[in-house]
């Protein structure tokens, strides 16, 4: 299976690079190859101006529009601007499972988000959790209850530095069983 690696214009390099490692190191072997799609304006048509964050599921559609996921891949978007969605004030991210696509903002993984310094060490990480955690819904996995697990769900920052960036052994299961998955 491919991944395609969707940034906005404004995602650092390094985060892209860091990604790449964390996703292929998670999901080996499913996901043989990656590779990172420029150009695509995945926040168009997504700002609302009344709320100053950017709509998650416009975003997912200009994914999906742009008819980057060929059968059997998938997509995750990255961007570093605000999300939230219909139901929720923001989202680290979000996933449209049946057409194999994904976003993730690194906008409130930053720590300086939370008023800490510039840590890079932290937002790879909680970008790699927040990623793996998004891509593992494409896969049809649904929120586990193991609070370590990186399927949980997170309601803010404390939830995704609480858990690994690993499934627990229920989750790799069901990703490994899965007749979809390859």
């Known amino acids: 299976m491919k991944l395609k690696l969707v940034p906005s214009r404004k995602v650092p390099l390094k985060v892209l690079k860091k990604l790449k490692e964390g996703?292929?190191?998670?999901?080996?072997?499913?996901?043989?190859?990656?590779?990172?799609?420029y150009g695509t304006e995945i926040n168009k048509y997504a700002y609302d101006p009344d709320?100053?964050?950017?709509?998650?599921?416009?975003?997912?559609?200009?994914?999906?529009?742009?008819k980057l996921v060929?059968?059997?891949?998938?997509?995750?978007?990255?961007?570093?601007?605000?999300?939230?969605s219909e139901k929720l004030n923001?989202?680290?991210?979000?996933?449209?499972?049946?057409?194999?696509?994904?976003?993730?903002?690194?906008?409130?993984?930053?720590?300086?988000?939370?008023?800490?310094?510039?840590?890079?060490?932290?937002?790879?990480?909680?970008?790699?959790?927040?990623?793996?955690?998004?891509?593992?819904h494409t896969f049809r996995l649904k929120h586990c209850e193991d609070s370590r697990c990186v399927m949980s769900f997170s309601n803010s920052i404390v939830d995704v530095?609480?858990?690994?960036?690993?499934?627990?052994?229920?989750c790799r299961k069901k990703l490994e069983e899965d007749p979809s998955n390859p």
């Open 90 to 136: 923001f989202v680290f991210g979000q996933a449209h499972a049946p057409c194999g696509i994904a976003v993730i903002s690194l906008y409130r993984l930053r720590p300086e988000f939370y008023g800490n310094g510039q840590n890079e060490r932290v937002l790879f990480e909680r970008a790699r959790k927040e990623a793996t955690h998004e891509i593992g």
């Open 23 to 37: 996703i292929k190191k998670t999901f080996d072997p499913a996901i043989e190859e990656i590779k990172t799609i």
């Open 70 to 84: 060929e059968e059997e891949g998938k997509a995750l978007a990255v961007t570093s601007e605000d999300l939230y």
């Open 161 to 170: 530095d609480a858990k690994t960036p690993s499934f627990c052994k229920a």
């Open 51 to 66: 709320r100053g964050q950017y709509r998650a599921e416009r975003v997912l559609e200009n994914i999906r529009k742009a």
